[in-house]
T-cell receptor
Framework: GAVVSQHPSWVICKSGTSVKIECRSL??????MFWYRQFPKQSLMLMAT?????????EQGVEKDKFLINHASLTLSTLTVTSAHPEDSSFYIC????????????FGPGTRLTVT | QKEVEQDPGPLSVPEGAIVSLNCTYS??????FMWYRQYSRKGPELLMYTYSSGNKEDGRFTAQVDKSSKYISLFIRDSQPSDSATYLCAMSVPGNQFYFGTGTSLTVIP
């Protein structure tokens, strides 16, 4: 099956700093990638849809200036959490669908962010 | 009303038991129905997907979709300790975003 990677797998940062998370589709090109956030024992919450070559589409309630998304190529999308605060601590997961397979999303392994 | 409802559990069963996991939904336009398995601190992995109504079997796993009742199920036969994980249902209208259930935490006791 298709493989999606994320880097880093975990990161600890101080309040006020910015953190960049990378999501890569390793063996397919993805015009669309998705960014989710997951709190302990809760489901995946879609944050934004990342489109290659254009602006991301953010879900209601997600601050686009705080969560910067850049989909610079067909295999790479990045999520930057700017001016991080402890309440941003969460598990961030990306996913992508291979062309023509919109019934399936392949998920990355996730990035655990802890803001101190 | 949430788009997708799923009992979070936790569910604890002895090894070898048959496990039944369920989700209900409200949007009759959903066509794709998926089940994902998520181990602790890992990303979800797709177990099975079904298009529209019907059953689908893959080894010890069977997925059922009843669109008339807006109800989907995942059955696990001969459950194993390695099946212990959180199971997420998901559904979508083709080409649109996925809607996930909250996940059901399953523990299979040896």
């Amino acid at each position: 099956g298709a493989v999606v990677s994320q880097h880093p797998s975990w990161v600890i940062c101080k309040s006020g700093t910015s953190v960049k998370i990378e999501c890569r589709s390793l063996d397919f090109q993805a015009t669309t990638m998705f960014w989710y956030r997951q709190f302990p024992k809760q489901s995946l919450m879609l944050m934004a849809t990342s489109n290659e070559g254009s602006k991301a589409t953010y879900e209601q309630g997600v601050e686009k200036d705080k969560f910067l998304i850049n989909h610079a190529s067909l295999t790479l999308s990045t999520l930057t959490v700017t001016s991080a605060h402890p309440e941003d601590s969460s598990f961030y997961i990306c996913s992508a669908s291979p062309p023509g397979e919109d019934y399936e999303q392949y998920f990355g392994p996730g990035t655990r962010l802890t803001v101190t | 009303q949430k788009e997708v409802e799923q009992d979070p559990g936790p569910l604890s069963v002895p090894e070898g038991a048959i496990v039944s996991l369920n989700c209900t939904y409200s949007n009759s336009a959903f066509q794709y129905f998926m089940w994902y398995r998520q181990y602790s601190r890992k990303g979800p992995e797709l177990l099975m997907y079904t298009y529209s109504s019907g059953n689908k079997e893959d080894g010890r796993f069977t997925a059922q979709v009843d669109k008339s009742s807006k109800y989907i199920s995942l059955f696990i036969r001969d459950s194993q300790p390695s099946d212990s994980a959180t199971y997420l249902c998901a559904m979508s209208v083709p080409g649109n975003q996925f809607y996930f259930g909250t996940g059901t935490s399953l523990t299979v006791i040896p």
